[in-house]
């Protein structure tokens, strides 16, 4: 039942989520599209191949690094003005990033990108938690989860035309246009808010604690996939990540104005929707990285057919996260995460006990529905009890594991399916899907034992 006190819904709400979905969807196609794209980048660049790791990963660090205090800088100035300056700054990057002529203007634009994503995507998310409630806020984070579910896998496929079509430069041109015309629709429509009567102080200490810390632990899963898991370096990034949080938690406690309040992260719905949402991005990062390079090397097929091949795959992503968003309020979160783990679980041991072309691309598109219930899920279970003023840095905090997912899926299974990767062998491939087959079986247990069950509305 709506409040007597509440406000009215906005009456233009679904134009502004759509929007909103889309610049959503730039950011998680910039995971991805550059993939397809990176040999005829390297080609015309002439890039090592740590700078080629590099034009991934940067966007990634820094995307995942900035993300709480992206979230924080919300929550002070209000969510319109740091959605407007993030996606600016986003579109910018990547104007710059699409003209590079060096390895180091290419990789410095990835970092602006990250750091508009960064500013833009939490700031998104808090808008649509603020403009929504009840079963259309469950309908919405359906809407959203889905375009950002799917938004991987199309990313394949995008990057397959563009690259094939007018180069790679427009892999990143392409956010040039979409990304001003949001821009000018965001300014029309969304609500002006007063600024906090309060103006509390950033948090400046305790922003560069978590995000280095972050910067630290993501960068420590990238040198794991290509160096090892046991090397001195892995372990000493580990070791400065987990350092760096105890003493951000330590100060957080002390801090007049900190950045984020610590007992979020010991609440169970915030605890369990960001469990939910690493699972549910490094399953499906996992899968589309095996899938990619199976296509790709294993089988030799061109960039086009590659990206065409993903089209299930984001289909089935988005067909997921759309019915879960319709049932999730009369079922609850946990049946629907136990359903959503069953299907990613049973989708990928289809490839790890057959690996053929049309046994790869049934079983990644199964796996993905259920990655896709799992976005919806993650977002409506961290944010769906969290006050308005919290909004900016749960978001936040649910984007960051987002990243930390990516980061963790792909530095995994290249380590796993590391064989394949550099030679013949398909073992490797089939390694990396019995890893991930295993991880959601996993995941499963936990989820049903740690989602809340259904809500009797108050």
């Given amino acids: 039942m709506t409040r007597p006190q ?6 233009a709400r679904w134009r502004i989520l759509g929007f909103l979905g889309v610049a959503q969807l730039m950011l998680i196609l910039d995971v991805t599209v550059v993939a397809i794209a990176l040999p005829h980048i390297e080609t015309d660049l002439e890039l090592s191949r740590q700078a080629l790791t590099w034009t991934v990963s940067a966007y990634t660090l820094t995307f995942g690094g900035l ?14 003005r740091v959605v407007l300056a993030g996606l600016l700054l ?58 950002g579910g799917g938004g991987a896998a199309l990313g394949v496929l995008l990057g397959g035309l563009l690259t094939a079509g007018p180069g790679w430069p427009w892999v990143f041109h392409v956010n040039v246009p979409i990304g001003l015309v949001i821009a000018v629709a965001l300014a029309v429509l969304l609500p002006a808010r007063p600024a906090p009567a309060g103006r509390p102080r950033l948090d400046v200490l305790g922003a560069v604690l978590v995000t280095s810390s972050s910067a630290s632990l993501i960068y420590a899963l990238i040198a794991a996939g290509e160096r090892g898991w046991l090397t001195v370096l892995t372990g000493a990034l580990v070791l400065a990540a987990a350092a760096g949080y105890v003493v951000f938690v330590l100060w957080q406690r002390r801090a007049r104005s900190p950045l ?33 390079f199976y296509f790709q090397h294993a089988q030799g097929y061109g960039a086009l057919r590659t990206g065409l091949l993903f089209l299930p795959v984001a289909l089935a992503t988005m067909l997921g996260a759309n019915l879960t968003g319709r049932v999730i309020g009369r079922w609850g979160g946990r049946a629907p995460a136990v359903a959503g783990l069953a299907l990613a679980a049973i989708g990928m041991a289809v490839p790890a006990v057959t690996m053929r072309p049309v046994s790869v691309v049934v079983g990644v598109a199964v796996a993905a529905a259920g990655t896709g219930a799992m976005f919806v899920i993650a977002s409506a279970t961290a944010l769906g009890q969290v006050a308005p003023h919290e909004a900016g840095i749960a ?23 590391a064989a394949s990767l550099v030679g013949t062998t398909l073992d490797g491939f089939g390694k990396g899907f019995t890893v991930a087959a295993i991880a959601a079986a996993a995941g499963l247990v936990a989820a049903a034992l740690l989602t809340p069950g259904r809500r009797v509305p108050s």
């Fill in 90 to 147: 986003f579109t910018a990057a990547s104007l710059a990033t699409g003209l590079a002529g060096s390895a180091a203007m290419l990789v410095g634009g990835r970092i602006a990108q990250g750091v508009g994503a960064a500013l833009l995507s939490p700031a998104a998310l808090s808008l649509v938690v603020a403009l929504f409630d009840g079963d259309e806020r469950n309908k919405a984070l359906g809407v959203w989860s889905a375009l």
């Fill in 260 to 292: 984020m309040d610590v007992r979020l992260l010991v609440r169970r719905p915030v605890a369990t929707g960001a469990f939910l949402i690493l699972m549910a991005t490094a399953l499906m990062i996992a899968v589309f990285f095996l899938g990619t």
């Fill in 6 to 11: 509440e406000p009215a819904p906005h009456p």
């Fill in 395 to 417: 978001s936040g905090i649910v984007s960051t594991f987002h990243e930390f997912g990516a980061s963790l899926g792909a530095a995994v299974v290249s380590s796993v399916a």
């Fill in 67 to 80: 993300m709480l205090l992206g979230g924080r800088i919300t929550d002070l100035v209000g969510a319109k």
